[in-house]
């Protein structure tokens, strides 16, 4: 967060640390955060079980492919050597874990075009591999399936580790307040209590 620069998103490798910027020009939207405000533990989560399955998975395939990380995979690739995974669920966290890879680094080619709106399909492609991943819950999926049908909103996907936590939606400027208004009045329905919502700069 500390190397954050304004109208940019950050493209960080996690292996090396390297980054680079990618520009974002809202022109007429707004970032809008959604806290879920369910409480939740990393450590007590599924988290560091998503975790141990993708690190199994990716054993079983360094015996058929030489790779250092499911990241180094394309989609293609994996679609290759899948089968040397003993598990349909390992098989599919590490889906999700290489095709998720392969569309961050789509984002920062979109980003760089000017391309919000396929930014904000990617964004939501993202959220639906929460099939394989299953990391979101109902107090996400209703932030985002909730987001999706409402007017103006160009992506929204959960953020950060799953099992609670926030979303993150770009949202057109003329449709914020509606925006808020709905998704919070649905998900207090739907939850039993309210979420918070931050529109971001």
């Not at 889906?95 to 964004?123: C, I, P, S, W």
């Not at 998900?187 to 039993?192: D, L, M, R």
Request: hydrophobic share 35%; with cysteine; proline share 0%.
């Amino acid at each position: 967060i500390s190397m954050g620069k304004k109208d940019n998103a950050i493209y960080l490798d996690t292996s090396n640390l390297e980054y680079e910027y990618a520009p974002i020009k809202l022109e007429g939207m707004k970032i809008v955060i959604a806290c879920s405000n369910k409480k939740r533990g990393l450590g007590d989560s599924k988290y560091n079980e998503r975790r141990a399955e993708c690190e199994e998975a990716l054993a079983e395939l360094q015996k058929v492919v030489d790779i250092k990380a499911l990241g180094d995979l394309t989609e293609e690739e994996f679609e290759k050597y899948k089968s040397a995974i003993g598990s349909e669920v390992r098989m599919r966290r590490a889906r999700h874990a290489v095709y998720e890879n392969q569309r961050t680094k789509r984002a920062v080619e979109v980003l760089k075009a000017g391309d919000v709106a396929e930014f904000g399909r990617l964004m939501n492609a993202s959220h639906v591999s929460r099939d394989d991943y299953e990391v979101t819950g109902k107090e996400l999926d209703t932030l985002v399936d909730t987001a999706w049908k409402q007017d103006g909103v160009i992506g929204s996907r959960m953020t950060g580790a799953g099992f609670g936590g926030c979303t993150v939606s770009i949202v057109k400027e003329d449709a914020v307040k509606s925006f808020i208004e709905n998704v919070g009045k649905i998900y207090e329905e739907k939850i039993g209590y309210k979420a918070d919502f931050y529109v971001v700069e």
